[in-house]
């Protein structure tokens, strides 16, 4: 029999008498911790420095770091909502150079002729304001402008209009493409939650627009290093930010490529009407990116990007594999029902790349398909290899199991041909006793419901000796991945009579 190896206890040690030496190969069962990230853009009131990863200590930091109604305050008090305990980073981001601010407008055309309440919302946030008979359009302008003004949480500035007294123009805090998206509604909540326009009062209102340039992302992203983020909530829709996006995580030389085996994933969200979706989801081809297709709703695509994040973060964090269909959303309002997708809408949608959600009776809002953007190969032809979030967020659960396995019980041993006789305690290891490890380690996480067909994938692996490097293992792992239950298709097959039975 050969001798026992020790890590540490040299063979030439004479000096008496008990010596242990600790080897910890055969006891990890560490787990990685799933960072998220929220990308988003600071104010210059906010003592965040631009590019550079943070760690979020809660709201009130974050309203610190981004400035009070700042898009990376905003994404992370939706996010936090939905996520209360993983651990959150954020990587902020400044105005673009050349960037523009989007801009809107309300202007009151007729005074009030009894006493009211203006609900405004703006970016789904609510603006009440008590309006009476005795005001002017011009006071009721000057009291919006007013009322804004003690909220300081909404993404936008407001002022009367230097031309127009009755006017308000409002103006997004954070210059860029995003603020063409914060929405400007009045009675979002509508009768049944005592909200309607005062009589008399008209009011015209002005969308969100001219907002330009987004920030550039790329020098950003690379500061991130080789920490690992698994959830990205992500800020920007533009083909700009998103290739940014698709370089950092690319299977071949970003995130997901052999060099950095980091992981992870991006979620977004995009307005739209369904011709406009279709169009722009065709544009997309990411594995690594998800993006929710909306339309409607008074809540900014952004925060619904951190809302979608966190929502993904809680589930994949418990089980990776589990479907994420109906997982609520917390920060997302219901888009009017004239303005949600049919059931044929959204299937079109999950054909062209974006991602799906349904709307409960109480208005809460909850995932119904999350995929990714992946629709074509490298040859353009149709391919739905990537197409599920859970197929990635297994794939990182069982890439990473795999990992922890050879680095834990391989990272120092000898490697020996097949046939080669090596006795237990020693550190030599065959192509074989890995495959045997291999095999064990497939049953566990298929027991654990990650992958599936043990037999047929016992049959399939292969472990080998590199031929022209000795000193290299080769391994073919033909992984099942466990699939998950989304369709459910039944047949009623009825009859109003009884058959008879013979007695």
Known sequence: MGDISFPNIPQNLRVPLFYADIDPSNANTGQQTQRALIVGQILSSGTGTPGVPQICQGVSDAKAVGGRGSMLALMTEAYRARDSFGEVWYLPLADGASSVAASGSLNF??????????????????????????????????????????????????????TTTTKVDITAKNKGLAGNDIDLQLNYGGTQAGESTPTGLAVTITAMAGGLVAPDVADALANLG????????????????????????STSTGRWSWSQQLYGGAYTAYRGTLGALTTFGVTRNDEHMSILGFNGSPTPSWVIAADITAAVAVSARADPAQPLQTVTL???????????????????????????????????????????????????????????????????????????????KYARKKLAANGTRVVPGTNVVTPAMIRADLVAQYQTMEENGYVQGSAVFAQ????????????????????????????????????????TTSS
Do not use: H, W
């Open 109 to 162: 055309t007729s005074a009030p002729t009894a006493m009211g309440v203006l609900s405004l919302y703006i970016a789904g946030q609510l603006v009440s304001l008590v309006v009476t008979p005795a005001m002017t359009a011009a006071q009721i302008a000057t009291a919006l402008v007013a009322q804004i003004g003690t909220l300081p949480d909404l993404p936008v500035t407001a002022a009367v209009d230097a």
């Open 460 to 499: 399939g692996l292969i472990v080998q000796q590199n031929s022209q490097n000795p000193n290299r293992v080769d391994v073919l792992y033909p992984a099942i991945l466990i699939d998950q239950l989304r369709i459910f298709a039944l047949l009623m097959q009825f009859s109003n009579i009884v058959p």
């Open 226 to 249: 080789d920490q690992t983020f698994d959830f990205i909530a992500f800020a920007y829709t533009d083909s700009a930010s998103l290739d940014a996006m698709k370089s950092f995580l």
């Open 330 to 408: 917390a920060t997302m309002q219901a888009p009017p029902l004239a303005m949600r997708f049919a059931l044929t809408d959204r299937n079109t949608l999950l054909y062209d790349g974006i991602s799906t959600f349904s709307v409960a009776d109480d208005g809460t809002c909850a995932l119904e398909n999350l995929i990714t953007t992946y629709q074509k190969n490298s040859f353009g032809d149709a391919d739905d290899s990537y197409l599920e979030v859970e197929t990635m967020n297994t794939l990182t659960y069982v890439l990473r199991q795999l990992k922890s396995v050879v680095t834990t």
